[in-house]
């Protein structure tokens, strides 16, 4: 700052610088512009002019002279002077120079005269005064200040107690007590106050204390007293009030002392007007807030520890002292806790409406400790219920309900009342929220909430509000489900068992998608409980009662334990039921009891047991399958059967249960299709089992009524409702569709994503379960659904196989119901356009109809299958046998008739009821004749409708089966595509595919053979078998069942397979080229060769069942028995098929006992059975037998034995394969033979009879020829041999070219040899019936030995042979049907046009055939029935070969023939007995040999059999075979030669000696043994070649 005051004036004072000092003052003491500037100014000149006389620049005199002048210029100069001085004083004090000091002293001194002492004693240093002389002592005067001080501020001359001045303050309550009502205002007895305190020197803190006490007695002057207060509060300082406040409540703070609720009014009252400060009073109440945390904490342990005692199981000696204890706390815990004044304050705040700090008072406590105490929480129910009341008003009220309104709070700073939605935001969320669990103390406010929830949810859901308000929609949504969780819930649980408020909140609750409501459940129930002490004891105290219930439940009790069920659930329904299903996963006997007892809940209740359901089910710490591994879990399956029985009998929402089953299909996992199966099965009345009986099959084929009335095992009734419910709850969340395609797609996916490490056994399982409950739930959709509905939501065939990857069978079971809906409706449109009631014009829509709908379809499957599958079969076809059903093709008359009748006799019985009432019978009466009406009605309507369909197919027949390949390609195609996919889909399939192929071969289906379709059905079902899981293996044995009745029922009367076959295009055995069909009569397989045929197919079932049973594979054994069982009624017919069986299966029994029980229950099932039907087998020679053609009649070209001569190639589904079953039969029939003793000895001087019944439909007069010829000229037989064996390969060769002349020629040769053989029998009649005598008596007995050695053997050779012989088979087999893949298709027209010569092609077809045999010959899978039936063929061809003699000429033969038929009769019965003793010991010594027979003795079997069987050999070969078999046959031919050389003239010397008649025993047995040796030495060689070529072969 600059100087005022220059150096140059204070030089120059004298002249002018006095002047120019007194001038500044003068102007600076004029300017009044800016007047704190200006009195700076002022001073700082005055100190610049005394700081130089201090610094001695100044006279002293000099300055006070100056001053004198400028001191008149302002009032206050003399004051501003003063502070100068002190200034001036603090500084000279410190300095050390003392002339400074003294200068200061003098220039005061020189002034006194301007400045009063006065002044300068308030503002100087008392030792300065001293110094100056204005005071005599500094001391003394500091004392005086003090006393003076203190008589000023410290001395009271106020009254603070009453009786010190009792009249002031009397006064004082008379002013403040008087009467109100008038014009008094608190302004006017302020001033009186204020005149009291003045005249009374009343204590104006106490003043303040009574004006609140007064205010405490009058509470309803609040607008008197706050303004009262609020100004007196002017003259205090703010902290007085808080601290009257304060000392007041101190005051109550002992152990004894209860604050008075007037005086929390009070403090409440001044908080909200802001009088006080809640912070500065929190601090005078009490308790602390950390004693307040410690009580809270000590709250959860009690409830903890009350849970552990109830969980504990406690004995009864303890339970009455720990009893004992719980007394003597309770009674502790009576004692009165000390006041919570934090807690009367808040209860004040909440009563008077202040939220705010009500709230803040709450923040500062644990959560909920404040609501917990039931005032507290009466309070704040109180003030929601006047915040909501304007709104509730509007909106909640229910229709006629009156409801008492609710004033609002007189204060105008309580929270505004609610008039919409979102007003409830702002407060009374927030309100609620704080007090949680403890709604429960207020049931109507709940019951408010939830209304207003109901109401808002009503808005939430109707569209058409703006974008804003949607949003705003959404949040307040969003609050209301937290609300819910964190409110409305627990205080349910709180409250006494309130059905009322459950089903209010159901009001709510069903507002709510159920996604929402599943995740509140699982809040409740998982979180809820475990975040109050409260809950935590109730929760506690619900399982112990739900314990003592549960314990005590039985169907008898049912009533009473289900009102109590029903009483506990109303509060706390998820701990109950989680209970109860823990309980029922348990003991699925506590089921149906209780069901039956979930009848008195709520609707709330039953949605949470659905929740509660679905968390037991999806619970992932429980294992689904057993600990085995091989099946589902047994609490799956109960939980499953509850499902389905309360889902049926409860209204519970399905749509969470079904989304929860899909997202687990998504997943790749279907364990819990069993839930939806048992669903379906209660809720619709549909059931799926495998244990069907053929009745309840044939009522699935009818009408909707058949199938309720016939067609299930329980008469599921009144399922009308719940499949209604199933139906819309499936509509509703779109799942119908995508749980059928889930289910198909994770049907094959079961294997791959389930199946892993998991046993086969659990895989087939859960691959069962996923396909049953496919057809179960499509089936449903089928009989529930609309057309409209059906049709919107299936997609076509195309869509479903190509984009949805749907396997085809699954896809066309989804889309029949709607083919079959779109074509009635259809058809029902035409009937309408156009009245003609003709049947014609009938049929004629239908057929319309029917391409209307099914042209897209025929379109739409040519994408499923590759081009070329098109070429054999039609799509049409291919649609037309996937569209149809077993309802299209038959009526199922019986059965309509069945359930008629059983109306009848129903009825009957109600009209012999006596104890029923007349009006109860008359209504029963009335419910069956309409039942009897309806079946006969729908009875009517299928038959007609069956009829068009009929008519259809006979339209459509001729452009089914294409066959541009071949007829055998056709087959394939057929059965591969259409029949093994579908037989295996459901029981109703396998018996439509049965009958669909009846059905084709009754309509004359071009191109369609079905003997070649029934040959490829039975004749290797083994891979078949093996490949399907326990329930397709079921549905397969029904289908072979149904195409073995056919079978059987054609087989069992020449007049009907005339009838039903003998015209037929499809038993043509020759298949001439595509689009010639009129083959003659001879063309036709004849009634004898469809038996043979028979037998060959019941063979390959032996064989193939045989091979199952051998496997050892839990699956082959498991399936084929099943298979067994399911076609017992039609197999086995044969009696030694039969046995072979029984001994198969009875190992089983021995060996499965310990180890898969399972395989032994069905393997002692079916053994039971078995043994049953044994009455019913017959003989082999009575299930096909033939009598013997006249001698040189040309037998027809074409015979169709078991590979019989001319059937096409394509019949031979590998020519392996069936030749071997030609050989093989053969042999069976040759067991037979031996079995039955009587009938060979009958037979054997009819020796051609016998051969031909083992499957030969040769022409006996050759047999004998070639008999003749071996024992005559064994040499010359075998040159012709060596000449025939030649052409027979390049004839086979060129089999097309000249088919047609070689019949003729080989007739031609027949009849030379008819005249060589005569010529050369040189021996007399006489000598051949000794001979034959002989013969019967040595045969007789070998037949029975052998037949022992066959049994010995049989059991060693299989232990010993098993194991390598399998492995080999399985490979043989794998090979032979890839050679059929390959080779099939090569036969072309030339070999199927004519039939093969029969000598040669015989002969070639021989070569093959004993290759094959060789091959097996070392025992194979079917090592039992192979064994035996090699041996038992070998003893037979013995015989033959030893004992036929040359016959002449028929007509001796014949009168020989009866003879010693008689004579063989009466010796065999004797000998029978003693051959049975004989036995053992035979048995020994043919053990050694018995090895060797075997082999060599089928060789020689087959030699006599090929030469002579011509039709069981003519089979043509495929041109593919025959060059391949050239060379070997060639060598072949040459060691069988050699063979048949020494064999020969062993015969030779034989025939010889026992015309002698001597020791025929004896010798015979010599020569066998002989015989034996020579034939293995050429047998052994020849074994090894065989196999070679048998393996290059195929």
């Known amino acids: 700052m600059a100087a005022l005051l220059p150096a140059e004036w204070i030089k120059n004072w004298e002249k002018g610088g006095k002047n120019e000092f007194v001038q500044l003052c003068r102007v600076l003491s004029e300017n009044k512009s800016h007047d704190s500037m200006v009195f700076r100014d002022i001073q700082q000149a005055l100190y610049e002019l005394a700081y130089h006389v201090v610094r001695g620049n100044l006279k002293h005199d000099q300055a006070s002279n100056v001053l004198g002048d400028v001191i008149e210029f302002r009032e206050d100069m003399p004051s501003i002077l003063a502070d100068v001085f002190c200034i001036l004083d603090i500084e000279t004090s410190c300095l050390e120079e003392k002339s400074k000091r003294d200068h200061f002293t003098q220039l005061v001194l020189a002034c006194l005269y301007l400045v009063s002492d006065t002044v300068l004693k308030e503002r100087l240093d008392p030792e300065t005064l001293e110094s100056l002389g204005l005071i005599k002592q500094s001391q003394q005067f500091n004392q005086k200040s003090v006393k003076i001080k203190t008589k000023l501020f410290y001395k009271q001359q106020k009254f603070n107690l009453l009786r010190e001045e009792n009249e002031g303050y009397a006064k004082l309550i008379a002013e403040l007590g008087q009467d109100l009502s008038g014009n008094i205002t608190s302004d006017l007895i302020l001033e009186n106050i204020k005149s009291l305190i003045g005249c009374f020197n009343l204590d104006p803190n106490r003043v303040l204390d009574i004006i609140l006490e007064v205010y405490e007695c009058r509470p309803e002057y609040d607008d008197f007293f706050v303004p009262l207060i609020e100004s007196y509060m002017y003259m205090c300082e703010p902290q007085t009030l808080c601290h009257i406040l304060g000392f007041k409540f101190k005051f109550y703070q002992d152990p004894s002392g209860e604050t008075p609720s007037s005086l929390y009014r009070v403090a409440a009252v001044l908080l909200q007007h802001n009088l006080i400060d809640l912070e500065d009073l929190y601090v005078h109440l009490l308790p602390g807030d950390n004693t307040i945390i410690e009580e809270h904490k000590r709250e959860i342990m009690e409830a903890k520890q009350i849970v552990r005692k109830l969980t504990m199981v406690v004995l009864s000696s303890e339970k009455t002292e720990e009893k004992e204890k719980e007394k003597e706390k309770e009674e502790e815990k009576t004692e009165k806790p000390p006041d919570n004044q934090k807690l009367g304050l808040l209860e004040a705040l909440l009563k008077i409406g202040d939220w705010q700090h009500a709230q803040s008072i709450m923040d500062q406590m644990p959560p909920f400790y404040a609501t917990s105490h039931k005032s507290i929480a009466v309070a704040l129910c109180q003030l929601v219920h006047v915040t909501i009341e304007p709104l509730y008003r509007r909106v909640g009220v229910p229709k006629g309900a009156k409801g008492s309104p609710i004033s609002s709070l007189p204060n105008k700073r309580a929270p505004k009342q609610a008039d919409s939605f979102e007003d409830l935001r702002k407060e009374v969320f927030n309100m609620l929220c704080y007090l949680g669990p403890h709604l429960s103390h207020d049931p109507i406010l709940f019951a408010k909430v939830v209304r207003l929830g109901k109401a808002f949810m009503k808005e939430f859901q109707s569209d058409g509000s703006k974008q804003e308000d949607k949003d705003k929609m959404e949040l307040l949504f969003s609050c209301l489900l937290s609300i819910t969780d964190q409110v409305l819930l627990p205080s349910l649980s709180l409250m006494d068992c309130n059905a009322c408020m459950s089903e209010e909140l159901w009001g709510m609750f069903k507002t709510f998608p159920y996604q929402y409501r599943y995740r509140l459940y699982g809040q409740w129930k998982n979180e809820t409980y475990n975040s109050h002490p409260l809950l935590v004891k109730v929760k506690a105290q619900t399982i112990d009662r739900a314990k003592y219930i549960m314990k005590r439940l039985t169907k008898e009790n049912v009533k009473p334990s289900g009102r109590q069920i029903g009483k506990l659930s109303h509060s706390n329904p998820t701990i109950l039921f989680d209970y109860i299903l823990s309980q029922i996963q348990k003991y699925d006997n506590l089921i149906t009891p209780v069901v039956d007892s979930l009848k008195y809940l709520t609707s709330l209740n039953y949605d949470v047991l659905a929740y509660c359901i679905i968390e037991a089910l999806a619970n992932p710490e429980k294992e689904r399958m057993k600990h085995d591994d091989t099946t589902i879990s047994s609490w799956l399956q109960s939980l499953a059967s509850f499902c389905g029985a309360v889902f049926r009998k409860y209204p519970i929402e399905l749509a969470g249960l079904l989304q929860y089953v899909a997202n687990q299909l998504k997943a790749g996992k279907s364990f819990d299709l069993l839930i939806l199966k048992e669903v379906v099965q209660k809720m619709a009345g549909i059931e799926i089992t495998e244990e069907m009986t053929m009745e309840q099959l044939e009522a699935m084929t009818g009408g909707e009524q058949l199938k309720a009335e016939g067609g299930y095992f329980g008469q599921i009734r009144n399922t009308k409702k719940s499949s209604q419910r199933l139906k819309d709850a499936l509509l509703d969340h779109d799942l119908a569709l995508p749980l059928c395609l889930l289910m198909a797609q994770q049907r094959n996916g079961v294997i791959f994503q389930e199946g892993g490490e998991k046993h086969l056994k659990l895989v087939g399982?859960?691959?069962?379960?996923?396909?049953?409950?496919?057809?179960?739930?499509?089936?449903?959709?089928?009989?529930?659904?609309?057309?409209?509905?059906?049709?919107?939501?299936?997609?076509?065939?195309?869509?479903?196989?190509?984009?949805?990857?749907?396997?085809?069978?699954?896809?066309?079971?989804?889309?029949?119901?709607?083919?079959?809906?779109?074509?009635?409706?259809?058809?029902?449109?035409?009937?309408?356009?156009?009245?003609?009631?003709?049947?014609?014009?009938?049929?004629?829509?239908?057929?319309?109809?029917?391409?209307?709908?099914?042209?897209?379809?025929?379109?739409?499957?040519?994408?499923?299958?590759?081009?070329?599958?098109?070429?054999?079969?039609?799509?049409?076809?291919?649609?037309?046998?996937?569209?149809?059903?077993?309802?299209?093709?038959?009526?199922?008359?019986?059965?309509?008739?069945?359930?008629?009748?059983?109306?009848?006799?129903?009825?009957?019985?109600?009209?012999?009821?006596?104890?029923?009432?007349?009006?109860?019978?008359?209504?029963?009466?009335?419910?069956?004749?309409?039942?009897?009406?309806?079946?006969?009605?729908?009875?009517?309507?299928?038959?007609?409708?069956?009829?068009?369909?009929?008519?259809?197919?006979?339209?459509?027949?001729?452009?089914?089966?294409?066959?541009?390949?071949?007829?055998?390609?056709?087959?394939?195609?057929?059965?591969?595509?259409?029949?093994?996919?579908?037989?295996?889909?459901?029981?109703?399939?396998?018996?439509?595919?049965?009958?669909?192929?009846?059905?084709?071969?009754?309509?004359?289906?071009?191109?369609?053979?079905?003997?070649?379709?029934?040959?490829?059905?039975?004749?290797?079902?083994?891979?078949?078998?093996?490949?399907?899981?326990?329930?397709?293996?079921?549905?397969?044995?029904?289908?072979?069942?149904?195409?073995?009745?056919?079978?059987?029922?054609?087989?069992?009367?020449?007049?009907?397979?005339?009838?039903?076959?003998?015209?037929?295009?499809?038993?043509?055995?020759?298949?001439?080229?595509?689009?010639?069909?009129?083959?003659?009569?001879?063309?036709?397989?004849?009634?004898?060769?469809?038996?043979?045929?028979?037998?060959?197919?019941?063979?390959?079932?032996?064989?193939?069942?045989?091979?199952?049973?051998?496997?050892?594979?839990?699956?082959?054994?498991?399936?084929?028995?099943?298979?067994?069982?399911?076609?017992?009624?039609?197999?086995?017919?044969?009696?030694?098929?039969?046995?072979?069986?029984?001994?198969?299966v009875h190992k089983i029994c021995q060996e499965e006992k310990e180890k898969r029980p399972d395989l032994y229950a069905l393997a002692m099932g079916y053994s039971g059975q078995l043994k049953s039907r044994k009455p019913f087998m017959i003989p082999e020679n009575e299930f096909h037998h033939k009598d013997p053609p006249a001698r040189n009649a040309v037998p027809a070209t074409v015979q169709n034995g078991p590979g019989g001569a001319g059937m096409p190639a394509s019949l031979t589904v590998n020519t392996v394969r069936l030749e071997e079953g030609a050989t093989e039969e053969t042999d069976k029939l040759k067991e037979k033979s031996q079995g039955v003793v009587k009938v060979i000895n009958k037979a054997v001087n009819a020796a051609p009879k016998v051969t031909t019944s083992n499957g030969n439909s040769a022409s006996n007069s050759k047999i004998i020829k070639e008999k003749d010829e071996k024992e005559k000229s064994g040499k010359e037989k075998d040159k012709e041999k060596k000449d025939k064996t030649p052409t027979a390969t390049p004839e086979a060769k060129a089999l097309g070219k000249d088919g047609k002349e070689k019949p003729k020629e080989e007739r031609a040769n027949k009849d030379d040899k008819a005249r060589e053989i005569k010529e050369k029998t040189p021996k007399s009649d006489k000598e051949k019936e000794k001979v034959k005598k002989e013969e019967k008596a040595s045969k007789e007995e070998k037949s029975k030995t052998v037949v022992t050695i066959v049994e010995s053997k049989s059991t060693a050779e299989k232990e010993r042979e098993k194991e390598p012989s399998r492995e080999r088979d399985v490979a043989k087999e794998m090979k032979s049907k890839e050679n059929v893949k390959g080779g099939e298709k090569v036969p072309v027209a030339g070999s199927l046009k004519s039939p093969v010569p029969r000598s040669e092609a015989s002969e070639s077809e021989r070569e093959q055939k004993r290759r094959k045999i060789d091959t097996h010959s070392s025992p194979s899978h079917s090592s039992t029935v192979k064994d035996n039936l090699n041996e038992l063929k070998d003893s037979s061809a013995k015989h033959y070969i030893n004992h036929t003699t040359p016959t002449l000429s028929k007509s001796k033969e014949r009168e020989v023939d009866k003879k010693d038929l008689d004579k063989s009769r009466e010796r065999s019965r004797e000998r029978e007995k003693k051959d049975e003793k004989d036995r053992k010991d035979r048995k020994r010594d043919h053990s050694n040999n018995e090895r060797e027979v075997p082999q060599d003795s089928t060789k020689r079997r087959k030699e006599e059999n090929g030469t002579t069987g011509s039709s069981k050999h003519s089979k043509s070969e495929s041109p593919s075979d025959s060059p391949r078999l050239n060379e070997k046959e060639k060598e072949k031919n040459k060691s069988k030669s050699s063979g048949k050389e020494k064999s020969d003239s062993i015969k030779a010397e034989k025939m010889e000696k026992s015309s002698s008649g001597s020791k025929k025993e004896s010798r015979h047995d010599k020569e066998k043994t002989e015989k034996k040796e020579k034939r293995d030495s050429t047998g052994g060689k020849e074994e090894k070649k065989h196999h070679k070529s048998s393996d290059k072969h195929r």
């Open 765 to 1144: 399982k859960l691959y069962d379960q996923c396909h049953d409950t496919l057809v179960q739930f499509g089936g449903f959709l089928a009989s529930n659904l609309s057309t409209e509905d059906y049709i919107k939501r299936v997609p076509s065939i195309d869509v479903l196989c190509n984009e949805f990857h749907t396997p085809h069978d699954a896809a066309f079971f989804l889309s029949r119901p709607m083919y079959a809906h779109h074509i009635s409706s259809k058809y029902d449109e035409l009937k309408k356009a156009e009245k003609g009631n003709k049947q014609q014009h009938k049929v004629h829509k239908y057929i319309t109809a029917c391409e209307l709908v099914m042209a897209p379809v025929h379109e739409a499957v040519i994408s499923l299958h590759l081009p070329k599958v098109w070429d054999d079969i039609s799509p049409q076809f291919y649609a037309t046998f996937w569209s149809l059903t077993m309802y299209d093709l038959a009526v199922p008359h019986s059965s309509y008739d069945r359930e008629v009748n059983k109306l009848k006799v129903q009825m009957k019985a109600i009209d012999d009821n006596q104890e029923m009432p007349p009006n109860k019978k008359k209504k029963e009466k009335e419910r069956c004749t309409a039942l009897q009406d309806k079946l006969l009605e729908e009875e009517k309507k299928q038959l007609e409708h069956v009829q068009r369909v009929l008519q259809r197919l006979k339209l459509e027949k001729d452009n089914w089966l294409l066959a541009k390949s071949t007829k055998n390609e056709t087959i394939t195609k057929f059965l591969q595509l259409c029949i093994f996919p579908r037989c295996i889909f459901s029981a109703i399939d396998a018996v439509y595919c049965a009958h669909f192929v009846e059905l084709v071969h009754q309509q004359k289906t071009p191109n369609f053979s079905t003997l070649l379709c029934y040959d490829r059905v039975f004749s290797d079902i083994i891979y078949t078998v093996a490949s399907c899981t326990e329930n397709e293996a079921s549905r397969y044995g029904r289908f072979l069942c149904c195409m073995l009745e056919t079978v059987t029922r054609w087989h069992s009367d020449r007049v009907i397979y005339e009838k039903e076959c003998g015209n037929y295009p499809g038993f043509l055995t020759i298949l001439r080229a595509t689009g010639f069909d009129g083959g003659n009569k001879a063309d036709q397989l004849d009634y004898e060769n469809f038996r043979h045929v028979v037998h060959k197919w019941h063979y390959k079932l032996t064989k193939a069942s045989v091979h199952c049973l051998e496997t050892g594979e839990y699956t082959h054994i498991r399936n084929i028995l099943i298979v067994l069982t399911k076609i017992l009624p039609w197999y086995p017919k044969v009696l030694n098929l039969g046995q072979a069986l029984e001994r198969r």
